[in-house]
């Protein structure tokens, strides 16, 4: 089992629509976990972290589930400049290693 | 915010020469670089983890002798691909922790150098 598992998706939405992401993770002893963005051929950039009791950023809301092991990231009302590949980031306890899925590509369309 | 300065942008070099990626963190001291590799529609792979002034730990299958990594300084770390060859071809990207690792703070990326070898 690969430590960081994401549905590559791609997610193709109409504008306005919300859409969500799971992220799995492997190792219970992780500790931090973000999200990213990345778009074709650029670097990814930090979209939030996420919090163990959950945290909203305008239209987009993190949630992590220790129990079960997986994060997730909503996005309300989606727009066409959120058409991106979306990154789940999980930091082992200890290492301070951060482990990438492959992402999940979104893609708004009018 | 952190910023991490990466040159080259990209890169096309021939077949069998060197070529050095260097990323800076301009305003704040990166203890450790993470150099990662990105091939297309596919997830960055951590190559190397370097810690300022100690030899990187490479991830298995990563060739040392290959990928040079010197992190002689705290905002300074490059990363040499030797006798590139064609397969060596991919999107490069290093990340830097301020030392805090990560926890709540996130990684800063370079913007990545894109190695063609031709």
């Known amino acids: 089992r690969k430590e960081v598992e994401q549905d590559p998706g791609p997610f193709n939405v109409p504008e306005g629509a919300t859409v969500a992401f799971n992220c799995t993770y492997s190792n219970s002893a992780s500790q931090s976990f973000f999200w990213y963005r990345q778009d074709c051929r650029k670097e990814p950039k930090l979209l939030m972290s996420?919090?163990?009791s959950g945290n909203e950023d305008g239209r987009f809301t993190a949630q992590l589930n220790r129990a079960s092991q997986y994060i997730s990231l909503l996005i309300r009302d989606s727009k066409l400049s959120d058409s991106a590949t979306y990154l789940c980031v999980v930091v082992s306890g200890g290492s301070y290693i951060p482990t990438f899925g492959r992402g999940t590509s979104l893609i708004v369309h009018p | 915010g952190a910023v991490v300065s990466q040159h080259p942008s990209w890169v096309i070099c021939k077949s069998g020469t060197s070529v050095k990626i260097e990323c800076r963190s301009l305003d704040f001291q990166a203890t450790t670089m993470f150099w990662y590799r990105q091939f297309p529609k596919q997830s960055l792979m951590l190559m190397a983890t370097?810690?300022?002034?100690?030899?990187?730990?490479?991830e298995q299958g990563v060739e040392k002798d290959k990928f040079l990594i010197n992190h002689a300084s705290l905002t300074l770390s490059t990363l040499t691909v030797t006798s590139a060859h064609p397969e060596d071809s991919s999107f490069y990207i290093c990340s830097a922790s301020g030392g805090t690792g990560g926890s709540g703070y996130g990684y800063t990326f370079g913007s990545g150098t894109r190695l063609t070898v031709v």
């Open positions: 996420v919090y163990s």
């Open positions: 370097s810690n300022e002034g100690s030899k990187a730990t490479y």
